[in-house]
C-alpha cells in the first residue's frame, strides 16, 4: 500500500493511495494518512483510483479522518473509485457521510 | 490484485491436485490467529482461484469475505491471550467458491448479529460493526454451526 501527496497547501491536502486496503495494507499507511489528513485539519481529497480493495479496516480508516476533520469544520472528499472498491463504500453506508466524486473538478465543488 | 514475494510456507496443507496440470480445486489451511496470516491466505486462495478464470467480482468478494471472517475470529473470538489455530478450507465447485471457516473461539453466529445502522452521522459512527455486515453483503448463501465447541461458518460467492 502506497500513499503519496499530489498537494498540501494551506487549505487542501490531496492524497492518492494506491493498491490494497486490507489489514495489511491499513498497517503499512494507516498512520501517516491521519498525520496528513487531520493534523492540521483542513479540506481532504483522497484519491482511490489505485486502490484494488478495501476491507472494513480501510474504510473505518478513512471515517476516523473524515470525523476528525468534521469536528474541526472540514470535509473531505473520495475521489474515483474502482467500481469494487465503490461497491464495498456503498455496501457500508460511507457514501452518506463522505462523498465520492468521479473527476477532479467535481470533487473540488463538493469541498466548497 | 498485488503479488506479494514468495514465503517459506511452514506448517501449511498445500492444495490437493489429482494429476500434474490440472487446475486445483481445494485448499486447505490451519492458520494461528494472527493478522499477520492473512496476507498469506489471501494469496494461497487468490493463486487457487486464479487457475480457475473467476471473474474479477468473484475473487474480490471471495478475498473480502475471508478478511472479514478471519478477521472478525482473530480479533474478537477468544478470551485468552495464548495462540488458536483457526482451520481454512476454500472449494471451487464452478460456478460458485466454497469457503469454510472453523475455530475454537467463543461461541458466535455472524448470521445472527445485528446489522449495524448505516445511516448514522459521521460525528455518531463508531469503529467496528462493518465486517460482518460487509462479509454478508458480498457472499451469495451462509451456514453457520456450533459443532463441540467450535464455530463453523461456510459461505459461498
Not at chain 2, 478464470?53 to 471472517?69: N, R
Not at chain 2, 495462540?83 to 445472527?112: C, M, T
Not at chain 2, 448505516?118 to 465486517?131: T, V
Request: aromatic share 4%; with cysteine.
Amino acid at each position: 500500500m502506497r500513499l503519496k501527496i499530489l498537494r498540501d497547501d494551506e487549505s487542501l491536502t490531496y492524497i492518492a493511495l494506491h493498491g490494497r486496503l486490507d489489514v495489511e495494507g491499513v498497517n503499512e499507511i494507516q498512520y501517516e494518512f491521519l498525520q496528513k489528513t487531520t493534523w492540521v485539519p483542513k479540506r481532504a481529497m483522497v484519491d482511490l483510483d489505485g486502490v484494488s480493495y478495501i476491507a472494513s479496516l480501510g474504510i473505518s480508516m478513512l471515517v476516523s479522518a473524515a470525523k476528525e476533520l468534521e469536528r474541526h469544520g472540514f470535509k473531505m472528499v473520495l475521489l474515483q473509485p474502482k467500481p469494487l472498491v465503490q461497491k464495498t463504500l456503498e455496501a457500508s453506508g460511507l457514501h452518506h457521510v463522505i462523498p465520492i466524486a468521479t473527476a477532479e473538478m467535481a470533487a473540488i465543488e463538493l469541498l466548497r | 490484485m498485488s503479488a506479494r514475494p514468495a514465503q517459506p510456507d511452514t506448517g501449511w496443507v498445500g492444495p490437493t491436485s489429482a494429476r500434474r496440470g490440472e487446475a486445483c480445486h481445494e485448499l486447505r489451511l490451519t492458520i494461528a490467529s494472527d493478522l499477520a496470516e492473512l496476507a498469506r491466505v489471501n494469496d494461497r486462495m487468490t493463486e487457487l482461484l486464479a487457475g480457475h478464470d473467476f471473474e474479477e467480482s468473484v475473487v474480490y468478494a471471495a478475498q473480502l469475505a475471508l478478511e472479514e471472517a478471519l478477521s472478525n475470529v482473530i480479533r474478537h473470538g477468544f478470551d485468552d491471550p495464548r495462540p488458536h489455530e483457526i482451520s481454512v478450507l476454500v472449494r471451487v465447485e464452478r460456478p460458485q467458491v466454497e469457503i469454510q471457516v472453523i475455530d475454537d473461539g467463543r461461541e458466535f453466529d455472524p448470521i445472527a448479529a445485528p446489522e449495524p445502522a448505516l445511516d448514522l452521522s459521521l460525528a455518531q459512527r463508531r469503529p467496528g460493526g462493518l465486517g460482518i455486515h460487509l462479509l454478508r453483503s458480498f457472499v451469495s448463501e451462509m451456514r453457520y454451526e456450533r459443532i463441540a465447541d467450535r464455530n463453523a461458518l461456510s459461505m459461498r460467492i
